[in-house]
């Protein structure tokens, strides 16, 4: 069993910044891809960026790239997520996920068996 705890979201003016945290449990963190999706009301989740276990490859939806950062760090069982220069369509509840396989990189929400409560995160204009 894995659990996983999202913490750092809320209200930001656009061009600001936010940083996501996740904290997740269990003994081999190492070997788990991980991924942060958003859903806006109304829409898909959607994986706006992903890494494999070992941080090396990663993944970013081209809305967020050159503006969000993966990181992990596997001595301390987190992921983060950097958002800088955040818009208003970036406003969604974020959610942190684990693919326990780590297989991969995944960008599909069924390639992920874990998930966290999820963040709110409001971009206001």
């Known amino acids: 069993q894995v659990q996983l705890v999202e913490s750092g979201g809320g209200l930001v003016q656009a061009g600001g910044s936010l940083r996501l945290s996740c904290a997740a449990s269990?003994?081999?963190?190492?070997?788990?891809?991980m991924g942060w999706f958003r859903q806006a009301p109304g829409k898909e989740r959607e994986c706006v960026a992903a890494?494999?276990?070992?941080?090396?490859?990663?993944y970013y939806a081209d809305s967020v790239k050159g503006r969000f950062t993966i990181s992990r760090d596997n001595a301390k069982n987190t992921v983060a997520l950097q958002m800088n220069s955040l818009k208003p369509e970036d406003t969604a509840v974020y959610y942190c996920?684990?693919?326990?396989?780590?297989?991969?990189?995944?960008?599909?929400?069924?390639?992920?068996?874990?998930w966290g409560q999820g963040t709110q995160v409001t971009v206001s204009s």
């Open positions: 996920a684990a693919d326990t396989t780590g297989l991969g990189v995944g960008v599909s929400r069924y390639e992920y068996d874990y």
């Open positions: 890494l494999n276990w070992s941080g090396v490859r990663t």
């Open positions: 269990g003994r081999t963190f190492s070997s788990y891809a």
